[in-house]
């Protein structure tokens, strides 16, 4: 049913950008949250930024100024542009879709690394 597919993490150094994409397809009702997340080892899944369907968004503070998050709703796909990579982003970005459930991506890696 739901499916989501994340794609665009990889390896950049730091100061790099990376450009995070998320679609989502089998989606039956209205979206109301599309964001992105991210988990450290032994730590809980943090909310990194944000969407809502009136396209208010938020970010938590270490990421403001360098990530944005978008999404194209007629493709039903969120992106999170991410730049002036740091060593502390490196984590697994999860994508999150909210609608009556909530539904999670494969998760992509995102390694920061001079």
């Known amino acids: 049913q739901v499916q989501l597919v994340e794609s665009g993490g990889g390896l950049v150094q730091p100061g790099g950008s990376l450009r995070l994409s998320c679609a989502a397809s089998?989606?039956?009702?209205?979206?109301?949250?599309m964001g992105w997340y991210r988990q450290a080892p032994g730590k809980q899944r943090e909310l990194v930024a944000g969407?809502?369907?009136?396209?208010?968004?938020n970010y938590v503070d270490s990421v403001k100024g360098r990530f944005t998050i978008s999404r194209d709703n007629d493709k039903n796909t969120v992106y999170l542009k991410m730049n002036s990579l740091k060593d502390e982003d490196t984590d697994v970005y999860y994508c999150?879709?909210?609608?009556?459930?909530?539904?999670w991506g494969q998760g992509t890696q995102v390694t920061v690394s001079s």
């Open positions: 999150n879709v909210a609608i009556v459930r909530t539904y």
């Open positions: 089998g989606i039956v009702g209205c979206i109301k949250f």
């Open positions: 969407i809502t369907n009136d396209g208010s968004t």
